[in-house]
């Protein structure tokens, strides 16, 4: 039975080099992501002033509880969307002037939310080119907390970014939040910011973040929830296919775990155990109409798979993947259609109809990691499937394209292979 070994994960690996920063000691974590999204943050911090050590099992962070290093910092983010929204926050904590900036692809996605939110609590931010997009620069002199209200319906991480701040404001924070996707996501937030000291209690919509900062600590990053979606998914669609993923079990924090629910539903076999999820094909696989508002980004993976189910597969409440690396839902459409699938979309909803089988095509990857992943599973039934931009995928996983053909050759040599 084939046991992958799966990178750790981006969102935990980027909170976590956050709270580590703004911890007061010196924090290790252990088995962080090692891709062009954590890399780009970690060198973030270090254009910020903050030490990062890095071995190949270990990052030491030298946490600086009174923000940057330096009175001046030019930052690039990259494509990282938690780096391009939770570095400008925790710059606002020190005293300087920081300016960021993004790649083309980053510099799309939306901030207003955000930045607008740390202009309430006084923040001097500054958009340079278009409102509400990179590159913005901080005039930084701390942060003295307060009440604010904020629009997380596009994305978790606005909500995420002010919850870290919190602890480093003079007075705390109360967050008003009147709209929320990946709910999720902001669950694993407030346990790591409990690892590291730090709490935050919950009236409703209404967040309460005591001052008091971060104390340091030996952090262990579990394996990434969405990217072990792929192998999920993989023996979901091989009758005697099966997949254990250690480090992921009851007690995971990420909420992307719960894809394997999608996967049971529709008829394959799953076991979460302690700390590891198990997967079996059954050579069944229903169609459905779910919702994936909180599991947004495995999404694609389902749309990958759907092409081979018994009936029509609906994937519900998922506007903000519009507004992800590229528009996933279009794009999952649009390679669906170049593969021969029936598929209609609305604003928030994409269905998939099974039909004839798919025939191989190029797959317009959009420079998303996630694209090209999901549809290396469909590949794993209509050989001849290629990718335009292969090797995005470095984003959260560079050596997945060898991975999965390991894996793949395992998977096909049946159970026990």
Request: hydrophobic share 40%; proline share 8%; aromatic share 6%.
């Given at each position: 039975m084939p046991a992958v070994d799966i990178p750790g994960s981006k969102s935990i690996t980027a909170r976590a080099l956050f709270l580590a920063a703004a911890a007061d000691g010196v924090t290790t974590l252990v088995r962080p992501l090692r891709s062009d999204?954590?890399?780009?943050?970690?060198?973030?911090?270090?254009?910020?002033?903050?030490?990062?050590?890095?071995?190949?099992?270990?990052?030491?962070?030298?946490?600086?509880?009174?923000?940057?290093?330096?009175?001046?910092?030019?930052?690039?983010?990259?494509?990282?969307?938690?780096?391009?929204?939770?570095?400008?926050?925790?710059?606002?904590?020190?005293?300087?002037?920081?300016?960021?900036?993004?790649?083309?692809?980053?510099?799309?996605?939306?901030?207003?939310?955000?930045?607008?939110?740390?202009?309430?609590?006084?923040?001097?931010?500054?958009?340079?080119?278009?409102?509400?997009?990179?590159?913005?620069?901080?005039?930084?002199?701390?942060?003295?907390?307060?009440?604010?209200?904020?629009?997380?319906?596009?994305?978790?991480?606005?909500?995420?970014?002010?919850l870290l701040l919190g602890p480093l404001t003079r007075e705390g924070l109360r967050i008003r939040v009147t709209d929320l996707v990946s709910a999720p996501y902001v669950e694993i937030t407030i346990a790591m910011m409990r690892a590291f000291g730090a709490r935050v209690d919950r009236e409703g919509d209404v967040f309460h973040v005591p001052p008091g900062g971060y104390r340091a600590t030996t952090y262990p990053i579990e394996p990434d929830a969405s990217t072990a979606s792929y192998f999920f998914a993989a023996a979901a669609v091989t009758p005697g296919g099966q997949v254990t993923v250690p480090g992921l079990g009851r007690g995971a924090l990420q909420g992307d775990l719960g894809f394997v629910d999608v996967l049971r539903r529709m008829g394959a076999d799953v076991t979460v155990g302690a700390d590891a999820t198990t997967v079996r094909g059954t050579g069944e696989l229903r169609g459905l109409t779910v919702a994936m508002r909180d599991i947004s980004d495995t999404m694609p993976t389902l749309a990958a798979i759907a092409p081979f189910a018994s009936g029509p597969v609906r994937i519900e409440d998922v506007a903000n993947t519009r507004v992800k690396e590229c528009d996933?839902?279009?794009?999952?459409?649009?390679?669906?259609?170049?593969?021969?699938?029936?598929?209609?979309?609305?604003?928030?909803?994409?269905?998939?109809?099974?039909?004839?089988?798919?025939?191989?095509?190029?797959?317009?990857?959009?420079?998303?990691?996630?694209?090209?992943?999901?549809?290396?599973?469909?590949?794993?039934?209509?050989?001849g499937i290629s990718f335009d931009d292969p090797d995005c995928v470095r984003k959260t996983f560079p050596g997945f394209h060898k991975a999965f053909a390991e894996f793949a050759t395992e998977l096909r040599s049946g159970p026990g292979g």
């Amino acid at each position: 039975m084939p046991a992958v070994d799966i990178p750790g994960s981006k969102s935990i690996t980027a909170r976590a080099l956050f709270l580590a920063a703004a911890a007061d000691g010196v924090t290790t974590l252990v088995r962080p992501l090692r891709s062009d999204d954590s890399e780009g943050f970690a060198e973030g911090l270090a254009r910020l002033g903050y030490r990062v050590g890095r071995t190949p099992d270990a990052w030491q962070v030298d946490g600086r509880p009174q923000g940057p290093a330096v009175p001046e910092a030019d930052v690039y983010c990259r494509d990282g969307a938690t780096t391009a929204r939770f570095l400008p926050a925790l710059a606002a904590t020190g005293h300087g002037t920081y300016r960021f900036d993004a790649s083309p692809q980053m510099r799309r996605r939306p901030l207003l939310p955000l930045t607008r939110a740390l202009r309430d609590l006084g923040v001097d931010l500054r958009h340079e080119e278009a409102e509400g997009h990179h590159p913005l620069t901080v005039r930084a002199a701390g942060v003295a907390g307060g009440e604010v209200t904020l629009d997380a319906g596009q994305s978790s991480q606005y909500l995420t970014a002010l919850l870290l701040l919190g602890p480093l404001t003079r007075e705390g924070l109360r967050i008003r939040v009147t709209d929320l996707v990946s709910a999720p996501y902001v669950e694993i937030t407030i346990a790591m910011m409990r690892a590291f000291g730090a709490r935050v209690d919950r009236e409703g919509d209404v967040f309460h973040v005591p001052p008091g900062g971060y104390r340091a600590t030996t952090y262990p990053i579990e394996p990434d929830a969405s990217t072990a979606s792929y192998f999920f998914a993989a023996a979901a669609v091989t009758p005697g296919g099966q997949v254990t993923v250690p480090g992921l079990g009851r007690g995971a924090l990420q909420g992307d775990l719960g894809f394997v629910d999608v996967l049971r539903r529709m008829g394959a076999d799953v076991t979460v155990g302690a700390d590891a999820t198990t997967v079996r094909g059954t050579g069944e696989l229903r169609g459905l109409t779910v919702a994936m508002r909180d599991i947004s980004d495995t999404m694609p993976t389902l749309a990958a798979i759907a092409p081979f189910a018994s009936g029509p597969v609906r994937i519900e409440d998922v506007a903000n993947t519009r507004v992800k690396e590229c528009d996933r839902l279009e794009a999952c459409a649009h390679n669906l259609r170049r593969l021969g699938v029936d598929v209609a979309t609305g604003p928030d909803w994409i269905e998939i109809r099974p039909g004839t089988p798919p025939t191989p095509a190029e797959i317009t990857s959009y420079g998303d990691h996630r694209i090209v992943m999901s549809f290396a599973v469909t590949g794993l039934r209509v050989p001849g499937i290629s990718f335009d931009d292969p090797d995005c995928v470095r984003k959260t996983f560079p050596g997945f394209h060898k991975a999965f053909a390991e894996f793949a050759t395992e998977l096909r040599s049946g159970p026990g292979g």
